[in-house]
């Protein structure tokens, strides 16, 4: 039996009345506000310059290919070098997404289990080496071979446009690939070797209890299972290659002009090592806002990437049958 | 259980002599839950609890699983608005205040008001000692006689002999029966007038459940205990009042019979009293 | 049915038996086609690696990996049935991927290793670099400067970062409010944020503006940026772990919920927020670009964080890689060295952290 007339009072305000423990919530819920902040901040500042560089120069900006600092009115633009971003790390896709997958199967499927975990440990190591130190590594040791390979591509295969030759090898596409794509197998794999050792272990003995092979048993359960993982995982990777841009300063030769498909080409563009290379002698500060501008497109491409790698692996938290 | 084995049973322990006692004086009211009412969002989880607990006497709550005791007993020391949603009607009275009023700081109730949970909690990175004086840590109070109140508070808890020469190690080496009772420790070393219990010994072995039943009756001289409780020997042995929780069907939880402890075991009102108390459901 | 009861006299039998694996037993057969399978596509590929000059990457990829996986997929459908044809090119290729993997590893570690080396000394990891030029031959000047400078920026990075990262953490799990899934979305996506962006962005605020030199202090907050996700997202993970009954105690106690964060939950969490915070060490501490942008280049050692240039090892060897003097590339390979050490001493401990942390 309720009693006729109750008040029902919500107690959440209550639980905050100490008003220490006020003055405590805001000041850890501002301090986790910093994130939003420092994001907003670079979108807000960097836009702010790369707007008027747009106006200035209009949409060919990112359509054309120019770089003339001293013409009235001086022209810029980074077509070449947006291009020669997403033309690297298609490189760097090809070679790394088979080779991840072939490790990650390795570790988690072939490796006995000390095996494994040293291998996870080196690899996990790997991923840990600065940037610098790969372009130091890739300028005087990588460079020499993936030359020789190039040469070999575009003697066998030369009558293919994508291995055409400019006459030479130093600072092209291939090489600069070839570092990005050793820069993301490392986290490319740590993702995918999670997503493949979780999956459901009654599903593997299933299929072992079915006489499947170890082929079977990946095709139609382990990498299903894995999918958005692995994909995640991938675009993670794809988010560091665009970023890339020390190692890629060491190996690339920067031209303005857009290199659509020419990988054994010497030259190619990249937005993040643009930055970089230009900003030392930048001459005057409208070249400093154009490479500002340059900056703002490599955050707005390099978020894009990365918030739909987070959601992809983010929902494939949820178990698929 | 028949009448003649509760007699047994209660006039060998002190709860009996408590109970003749305490209906002999009259004796203040230390809490007072009126017309409580309990919801989770829009589900009402208890309804209507009147219950008045005495001065220095031990009250047990007992009745089936999910009725709706441990979330009662939260409301007495303002835990429950910790849970979103959480939601109250009627009035918990603390020496005739209402301890929801706008005025009253809930940090400040909980000093008066304390609590020992089912799984003891003490805290891993600190040693016994510090375990114990965590509490005047933790609300910020000052005190100059640490050491005493250390041996004063494991000595009521019924562990200074065991952990005198050990102070200083970790307090996650004692075992689950020891560690609850340093919880008692820690709770009673910020000097409570109240302390509640949720099931503190449903996690324990025999032998410590019944070393802290010993705790219990010998603190109830000084303070006034409320305990939730399963075992329904353990309300006749410490208990000086009993009241019968029950929920059906979905129903929101209330309070079907308390008074005496006993009276509710040997001479209950209530059909279901007697049903549940003769194990019968539970 | 009689009742058959255990002979006692088998016992001492039964006590000499060993322990065997009848399932594990490899045929002759099996041995046989694997040491095949193994020998032959490296005896061919050797002896024509040796006999003709063909270049070596050439017969590695159009002739070894054909013939070794022919090999293994007739190994295994020799031993096994057709159906594991598949099953043993994989494990070729897998075993391939690995294998190129780890030479990578082995290559650039050896080139650190092996050209670092000679060029270290007590002297080379003390001294600046003043009044050295470019020239002058190794065993004078060195990277001492590059050294106090990494630790100053890595160090002020770390008194901004780890405390904010730290407080979005309890934000999330002790504070829980309304914002908690955008708080932890707006992490994630500032870990995504390259580098040179986040050079760029301080660079811009504070720099052009005149607000902050080109500085130490201006590279610890570009290096701030990058350190704060990781920070947040492993201190998240270790607060956690906090079983939830201590907060349940500790305000049962009387406590506020400040001191129940600070004296009760973080303590408890301590192991996990040092690791947190070396976790973001490591992911900074080679970052070359954002400096390029905040702290310039010097050669003489500076403690003061604010108002001049610094020099720190991975500007440092950005710098001294492009000259065109060997000496001063050696610097660079040594400087490289230092650097990886500190990479790898950084990465050993926290891998030694994390393996003991419970519930991991």
């Known amino acids: ?321 | 259980m028949s009448t003649a084995e509760f007699e047994e049973i209660a006039t060998t322990t002190e709860a009996m002599d408590a109970a003749v006692s305490a209906t002999a004086e009259q004796r203040a009211t230390e809490m007072e839950a009126k017309d409580v009412s309990i919801w989770f969002g829009q589900r009402k989880v208890l309804e209507g609890v009147n219950i008045a607990f005495p001065k220095r006497t031990t009250t047990a709550l007992i009745g089936p699983s999910g009725c709706g005791k441990s979330t009662f007993i939260r409301t007495l020391n303002r835990l429950h608005e910790l849970i979103p949603g959480a939601a109250l009607a009627g009035q918990v009275l603390y020496e005739g205040e209402d301890i929801y009023d706008a005025k009253v700081d809930p940090v400040h109730i909980r000093l008066k008001i304390g609590m020992v949970f089912q799984k003891p909690n003490p805290f891993p990175s600190m040693t016994i000692r510090g375990n114990v004086l965590s509490g005047l840590k933790l609300s910020g109070l000052k005190r100059s006689n640490h050491d005493e109140i250390v041996e004063q508070t494991l000595t009521a808890a019924g562990l200074w002999a065991e952990v005198k020469d050990r102070l200083h190690s970790e307090a996650g080496a004692l075992s689950g029966g020891q560690q609850q009772r340093l919880v008692i420790a820690r709770s009673l070393a910020v000097q409570p007038h109240v302390l509640l219990m949720d099931e503190p010994c449903s996690a324990l072995d025999p032998g410590s459940t019944l070393k802290i039943e010993e705790t219990i009756r010998e603190l109830s001289k000084d303070i006034t205990i409320i305990i939730v409780t399963h075992n329904m020997q353990q309300a006749v042995r410490v208990a000086d009042y009993t009241a019968f929780f029950l929920a059906v069907d979905g129903n929101p939880g209330h309070v079907v019979e308390q008074g005496p402890t006993t009276e509710i075991f040997g001479n209950p009102q209530d059909q279901r009293t007697l049903d549940y108390v003769n194990g019968r459901f539970g | 049915m009689t009742t058959i009861i255990f002979d006692e006299t088998r016992v001492t039998t039964l006590q000499q038996q060993t322990a065997q694996k009848p399932w594990a037993a490899k045929t002759g057969k099996w041995k046989a086609a694997v040491v095949l399978a193994v020998i032959i596509p490296l005896a061919i590929t050797l002896a024509l690696m040796f006999a003709t000059d063909l270049p070596k990457a050439l017969i590695m990829v159009v002739i070894y990996l054909p013939i070794q996986l022919i090999a293994g997929a007739l190994a295994a459908t020799a031993t096994r049935g057709r159906k594991n044809a598949l099953d043993a090119m994989i494990i070729v290729v897998a075993i391939g991927a690995t294998i190129l993997s780890l030479v990578v590893l082995v290559s650039v570690v050896w080139a650190i290793i092996a050209k670092g080396i000679p060029v270290l000394s007590g002297a080379f990891v003390s001294q600046n670099m003043t009044y050295i030029s470019p020239a002058t031959p190794l065993g004078y000047g060195g990277i001492g400067h590059a050294v106090i400078g990494t630790v100053l920026i890595v160090l002020i990075s770390a008194v901004i970062a780890v405390p904010l990262g730290v407080a979005t953490a309890v934000y999330i799990t002790e504070v829980r409010g309304k914002a908690v899934p955008y708080v932890r979305f707006f992490v994630q996506a500032m870990s995504g944020v390259p580098s040179v962006v986040a050079g760029l962005f301080i660079l811009t605020v504070f720099i052009l503006t005149g607000v902050l030199q080109t500085s130490a202090f201006a590279g610890a907050l570009a290096y701030a940026i990058l350190m704060l996700p990781t920070v947040a997202r492993t201190a998240e993970e270790v607060l956690k772990l906090v079983p939830e009954d201590l907060r349940t105690g500790a305000l049962a106690l009387g406590s506020t919920r400040a001191r129940v964060v600070l004296q009760v939950v973080l303590p408890a969490a301590k192991t996990g927020i040092i690791t947190a915070a070396i976790l973001g060490l490591a992911r900074v501490v080679g970052e070359t670009a954002p400096l390029l942008l905040t702290v310039g280049f010097t050669d003489k050692t500076v403690v003061n964080p604010l108002t001049e240039p610094i020099s720190a090892l991975p500007s440092f060897i950005f710098t001294y890689v492009s000259s065109p003097y060997p000496d001063a590339v050696a610097r660079a390979w040594g400087a490289a060295l230092v650097l990886m050490i500190l990479v790898t001493v950084l990465f050993v401990v926290t891998r030694i952290l994390t393996s003991r942390r419970p519930g991991r």
Not at chain 1, 124 to 146: K, N, R
Not at chain 1, 241 to 246: D, H, K, P, S, W
Not at chain 1, 279 to 292: H, K, M, T
């Open chain 1, 1 to 321: 039996m309720s009693v006729a007339t109750e008040e029902k009072r919500d107690l959440t305000a209550a639980a905050l009345s100490h008003r220490g423990d006020r003055v405590f919530n805001r000041i850890i819920t501002g301090c986790a506000f910093t994130a939003l902040v420092v994001l907003a901040g670079i979108t807000v500042f960097l836009g702010f310059q790369a707007f008027p560089v747009l106006q200035d120069q209009g949409i060919s900006f990112v359509t054309t290919t120019a770089w003339d600092s001293f013409g009235t009115p001086p022209v810029y633009g980074i077509a070449g070098m947006l291009w020669g971003s997403l033309l690297l790390s298609v490189i760097a896709l090809v070679i790394a997404v088979p080779v991840s997958l072939l490790l990650s199967i390795f570790l988690v499927f072939l490796a006995p289990k000390p095996v494994s975990k040293i291998f996870t440990n080196l690899i996990d190591l790997m991923a840990a080496i600065p940037s610098v130190i790969i372009g130091l590594w890739a300028l005087y040791i990588l460079q020499p071979t993936s030359v020789e390979w190039a040469t070999l591509l575009n003697k066998y295969l030369g009558w293919i446009p994508l291995f055409d030759s400019n006459g030479n090898f130093i600072g092209s596409p291939f090489t600069a690939g070839i570092v990005l794509a050793i820069m993301m197998i490392p986290i490319v794999t740590s993702v995918t070797r999670e997503v493949l050792g979780r999956t459901p272990p009654d599903l593997i003995n299933a299929s072992e209890a079915l006489g499947c092979s170890m082929w079977t048993m990946l095709r139609y359960v382990a990498l299903p299972y894995g999918r958005g993982g692995i994909v995640g995982g991938i675009m993670l990777g794809l988010g560091r290659a665009l970023g890339e841009t020390i190692a890629v300063f060491f190996v690339l030769k920067l031209v303005y002009d857009v290199n659509w498909f020419h990988i054994l080409y010497s030259g190619g563009g990249s937005v993040a090592t643009l930055i970089v290379a230009k900003f030392g002698d930048a001459s005057g500060s409208l070249e400093q806002q154009v490479l500002l501008a340059a900056g703002f497109f490599l955050f707005a491409m390099t978020l894009i990437v990365n918030v739909i790698a987070n959601l992809i692996v983010a929902r494939t938290g949820r178990v698929k049958s």
